[in-house]
Antibody
Framework: QLQLQESGPGLVKPSETLSLTCTVS??????????WGWIRQPPGKGLEWIGS???????YYNRSLKSRVTISVDTSKNQFSLKVTSVTAADTAVYYCARHQGSGRMEFDYWGQGTLVTVSS | QSALTQPASVSGSPGQSITISCTGTSSDVGGYNYVSWYQQHPGKAPKLMIY???NRPSGVSNRFSGSKSGNTASLTISGLQAEDEADYYC??????????FGGGTKLTVL
């Protein structure tokens, strides 16, 4: 059974960089069939897609966040990561990692449990 | 990319059917058959209920169905049950090679 688990600091100071890692178990991130994405949800609000990556390193991002976001992959560790620079209180959210089929087939069928990141001094 | 438009809330009694709409544009919902629906219970990760407009993943009850007409997609839940009470989100692939979600709909089972 595929499992995804987010990890990283739960508290980040304004203007600093938010860094999260998603560890995939029960399957290979290099299978070639799937993309791996990040989605976030501010407290009490809706979902926002951040971006996705293929095991080769090919990425695509939400245009509203693209200037501040980097997603990378480490196939040797079966992990992919998210960095968001220059964070503000508006970046406070539960961050989820998840899997989807492809650049068009963007239905997320497996999700991590989510991790709350709070931006505060 | 603007969020897809969903009603903030819908409600229904056990056994009834309800429909949640999701309105976009010709650049997203209307242009592709890549609309998905998710169910989210409080404090939990979203769960995929419908993909490619009308397909159900294995294990999802056939009480859940999806459809699309023009720029509007719909999720219908028949035979409403107490456990269906949750937030529901639609999503669509877009012409910018990105994904956009709806604002979410809170379903209350009366």
């Amino acid at each position: 059974q595929l499992q995804l688990q987010e990890s990283g600091p739960g508290l980040v100071k304004p203007s600093e960089t938010l860094s999260l890692t998603c560890t995939v178990s029960g399957g290979s991130i290099s299978s070639g069939t799937y993309y791996w994405g990040w989605i976030r949800q501010p407290p009490g609000k809706g979902l926002e897609w951040i971006g996705s990556i293929y095991y080769s390193g090919s990425t695509y991002y939400n245009r509203s966040l693209k200037s501040r976001v980097t997603i990378s992959v480490d196939t040797s560790k079966n992990q992919f990561s998210l960095k968001v620079t220059s964070v503000t209180a508006a970046d406070t959210a539960v961050y989820y990692c998840a899997r989807h089929q492809g650049s068009g087939r963007m239905e997320f069928d497996y999700w991590g449990q989510g991790t709350l990141v709070t931006v505060s001094s | 990319q603007s969020a897809l438009t969903q009603p903030a809330s819908v409600s229904g009694s056990p056994g009834q059917s309800i429909t949640i709409s999701c309105t976009g544009t010709s650049s997203d919902v209307g242009g592709y058959n890549y609309v998905s629906w998710y169910q989210q219970h409080p404090g939990k990760a979203p769960k995929l209920m419908i993909y490619d407009v009308s397909n159900r993943p294995s294990g999802v009850s056939n009480r859940f169905s999806g459809s699309k007409s023009g720029n509007t997609a719909s999720l219908t839940i028949s035979g409403l049950q107490a456990e269906d009470e949750a937030d529901y989100y639609c999503s669509s692939y877009t012409s910018s090679t990105t994904l956009v979600f709806g604002g979410g709909t809170k379903l209350t089972v009366l």
